[in-house]
């Protein structure tokens, strides 16, 4: 099917737009109370999750109710361990708890590779009725965790501030550390192709806790595998989003990805001079829209200024807070639509 509105895709690929496309970090979520509303249908977040019809319904709400450039499928990065055979709960509150964790050699053997038709199969039958359910409108975004991201989970077993249980593994056993994050790379390289076979007309790999490593360890641990994942998915474009990891802007920039996704501690002049040949996605900080609506739109400007109105996709440096005010956020994408137009 053609799509209606093909910004965002023509962004990615560097080819002229009319204007900026834009789309946020979580927006399909708590900002918006009918997701809230199905949220309490469904009774918790991993029933939401997991059932594509509501996980489908969710996912459009943002392109109905905000009007975004895109959608972003429902879901959660850490799918991955669970269909690896390493179960999460989610808390309320606390955010995700493992009830097992990994940390040797031994522990690895009882995990396997993802198989994404079986132990995903809820994921793409979503895509497949979020994609009916825009009927070409806008292009529909896959993703996934970065492996030193689901690397963190699994070892950790829960969010953390400093990780450091997952980073002593890379420091004590780096054979361990190594074989774990080939296992996830493996598994995230068939649920990312499962994903566009699916639908996905682009994908996203978040590197959340990326700034919590040395630029070596990042060198060792993360950018590897990453470029792995990148090398295997050249149906669609890849954005790779490594939050904290200013350092890693150069080297991210030399991936076969075609977006580099920026938080808002990443200077844009600066990134722009370090990435000069790639699609730069970002990079409001979400508390901006906490401001006034004339504060946000003189935000908005000055962003859009800064970044130019070509090979550049609007966001937010993170995931947009689930206390925003909607109409902050209609505000913002508005903005970025009057600015760069």
Same mark, same amino acid.
């Given at each position: 099917?053609?799509?209606?509105?093909?910004?965002?895709l023509?962004?990615a690929?560097?080819?002229?737009t009319e204007?900026?496309p834009v789309?946020?970090m979580r927006?399909?979520g708590?900002?918006?109370a009918?997701?809230r509303?199905?949220r309490?249908q469904?009774?918790?977040f991993?029933?939401?999750?997991?059932?594509p019809e509501?996980?489908a319904e969710v996912?459009?709400q943002?392109?109905?109710?905000?009007?975004?450039d895109?959608?972003?499928?429902?879901?959660? $990065?850490?799918?991955?361990?669970? !269909?690896?055979g390493?179960p999460?709960?989610? @808390?309320?509150?606390s +955010?995700?708890i =493992?009830?097992?964790?990994v940390?040797t050699?031994?522990?690895?053997d009882?995990?396997?590779i993802?198989?994404?038709?079986t132990?995903l199969?809820y994921?793409?039958?979503?895509?497949?009725?979020?994609?009916?359910?825009l009927?070409?409108?806008?292009?529909?975004?896959?993703?996934?965790?970065a492996?030193?991201?689901?690397f963190?989970?699994?070892?950790?077993?829960?969010?953390s501030?400093t990780f450091s249980?997952?980073?002593?593994h890379l420091?004590?056993?780096?054979?361990f550390?190594?074989?774990?994050?080939?296992?996830?790379t493996?598994?995230?390289i068939?649920?990312l192709?499962?994903?566009v076979?699916?639908g996905?007309?682009l994908?996203?790999i978040?590197?959340?806790?990326?700034?919590i490593?040395?630029?070596?360890?990042?060198?060792?641990?993360?950018l590897?595998? $990453?470029?792995?994942i990148?090398? !295997?998915?050249d149906?669609?474009?890849?954005? @790779?989003?490594a939050k +904290?990891?200013? =350092?890693?802007?150069k080297?991210?920039?030399?991936?076969?990805?075609s977006?580099v996704?920026?938080?808002?501690n990443?200077?844009?002049a600066e990134?722009r001079?370090l990435?000069?040949?790639k699609?730069?996605q970002?990079?409001?900080?979400?508390c901006?829209?906490?401001?006034s609506?004339d504060?946000?739109?003189k935000e908005?400007?000055?962003?859009?200024q800064?970044?130019g109105?070509?090979?550049?996709?609007?966001?937010?440096?993170?995931?947009v807070y689930?206390?925003t005010?909607?109409?902050?956020?209609?505000?913002f994408i508005e903005?970025?639509?009057?600015?760069?137009s």
């Amino acid at each position: 099917m053609e799509l209606k509105n093909d910004l965002l895709l023509r962004a990615a690929r560097g080819e002229k737009t009319e204007r900026t496309p834009v789309w946020m970090m979580r927006q399909a979520g708590r900002i918006l109370a009918e997701y809230r509303a199905v949220r309490a249908q469904a009774g918790s977040f991993i029933k939401l999750a997991t059932t594509p019809e509501m996980a489908a319904e969710v996912t459009l709400q943002p392109v109905d109710l905000l009007g975004v450039d895109a959608a972003i499928i429902f879901s959660d $990065i850490l799918v991955i361990p669970e !269909a690896m055979g390493l179960p999460y709960e989610m @808390v309320e509150k606390s +955010g995700p708890i =493992f009830p097992a964790t990994v940390h040797t050699i031994q522990d690895l053997d009882k995990l396997h590779i993802a198989e994404p038709e079986t132990d995903l199969k809820y994921v793409l039958d979503a895509i497949k009725l979020t994609k009916t359910g825009l009927a070409g409108r806008v292009p529909l975004i896959g993703f996934a965790g970065a492996p030193f991201t689901i690397f963190c989970y699994m070892t950790e077993g829960k969010g953390s501030k400093t990780f450091s249980v997952a980073k002593k593994h890379l420091y004590a056993d780096p054979e361990f550390s190594h074989l774990l994050l080939q296992k996830i790379t493996d598994s995230t390289i068939a649920y990312l192709k499962a994903q566009v076979v699916a639908g996905a007309n682009l994908v996203q790999i978040f590197d959340s806790w990326a700034g919590i490593l040395s630029p070596e360890q990042y060198n060792t641990f993360s950018l590897p595998y $990453i470029k792995q994942i990148c090398d !295997a998915i050249d149906e669609v474009p890849v954005t @790779v989003f490594a939050k +904290g990891a200013f =350092f890693a802007r150069k080297a991210i920039s030399e991936l076969s990805c075609s977006v580099v996704g920026l938080d808002w501690n990443m200077d844009i002049a600066e990134s722009r001079e370090l990435i000069p040949t790639k699609t730069l996605q970002g990079n409001l900080d979400p508390c901006v829209l906490y401001a006034s609506y004339d504060q946000i739109r003189k935000e908005v400007k000055n962003m859009v200024q800064q970044f130019g109105t070509q090979r550049y996709i609007a966001n937010l440096g993170h995931g947009v807070y689930p206390d925003t005010d909607p109409d902050k956020v209609r505000c913002f994408i508005e903005s970025v639509k009057e600015f760069s137009s």
